[in-house]
Each structure stands twice: as C-alpha cells, then as structure tokens.
C-alpha cells in the first residue's frame, strides 16, 4: 500500500514546479547525500529554499543533476564536470558581449 506506480510517479514528477530533494534522488537514482555535494560544488544549481529550508528542484536542476551523474557514470570527475560547465559558461558570456557589441554598432550606425 503507500508504494506508487513508476507511471504515476512520473505523471506527477512532469506536472510540477518544484520537487522535494527525496523525489530527484528517486528519479536520478543518486543518494540525497550525493545531490547536497554536486549543490555545492556546481554553482549551477540554484536550488530554491521553502522558509523551513528545504531544498526545492526545478525540472532544469534535475535535467543538471541528471547530465552530472551520466558524465560520473563515464568516468569523469567532478572537477572536470564543473570545469566544462564553467567553460560553457564563459563561451555562453562571450556570445552574448558579442550579440551586445553588435547591437552597439547597428545603433552608432543610425546615431
């Protein structure tokens, strides 16, 4: 009794905004313990806090969590994990002063 159908579990994990730290550890299959170290050492993970400070997820930290463990089930560290993120951070950055420089020619041009 009190055990859900994976089906359900899944019906309900894609209709909501936040998920408690116990339904991603489910889904990702990773301990909760795991999900509070990969929070700390991905700066990524914004997880938002309930006034009573639990940790709440959103289907983009879950997406996040679940690339982190697939590159650990290859073989990666966690540091070179967050090194590639923060290099995706760095070349998303530069396009977006790229795509900002060019919007300040296009408006010198019709100044």
Same mark, same amino acid.
């Given at each position: 009794?009190?055990?859900?159908?994976?089906? &359900?579990?899944?019906?309900?994990? #894609?209709?909501?905004?936040?998920?408690?730290?116990?339904?991603?550890?489910?889904? &990702?299959?990773?301990?909760? @313990?795991?999900?509070?170290?990969?929070?700390?050492?991905?700066?990524?993970?914004?997880?938002?806090?309930? #006034?009573?400070?639990?940790?709440?997820?959103?289907?983009?930290?879950?997406?996040?969590? #679940?690339?982190?463990?697939?590159?650990?089930? @290859?073989?990666?560290?966690?540091?070179?994990?967050?090194?590639?993120?923060?290099?995706?951070?760095?070349?998303?950055?530069?396009?977006? &002063?790229? #795509?900002?420089?060019?919007?300040?020619?296009?408006?010198?041009?019709?100044?």
């Amino acid at each position: 009794m009190g055990e859900r159908s994976p089906t &359900i579990f899944l019906f309900m994990l #894609k209709n909501k905004l936040f998920y408690s730290i116990k339904e991603v550890s489910s889904e &990702i299959g990773v301990t909760s @313990q795991t999900i509070r170290n990969w929070i700390s050492e991905f700066p990524q993970l914004k997880v938002h806090r309930e #006034k009573t400070g639990r940790r709440m997820f959103t289907k983009n930290n879950i997406k996040i969590l #679940k690339d982190i463990k697939k590159q650990r089930n @290859q073989g990666y560290t966690v540091k070179a994990i967050r090194k590639q993120y923060n290099k995706k951070i760095d070349e998303d950055i530069n396009g977006i &002063i790229t #795509k900002i420089d060019h919007m300040i020619k296009k408006i010198d041009r019709v100044i």
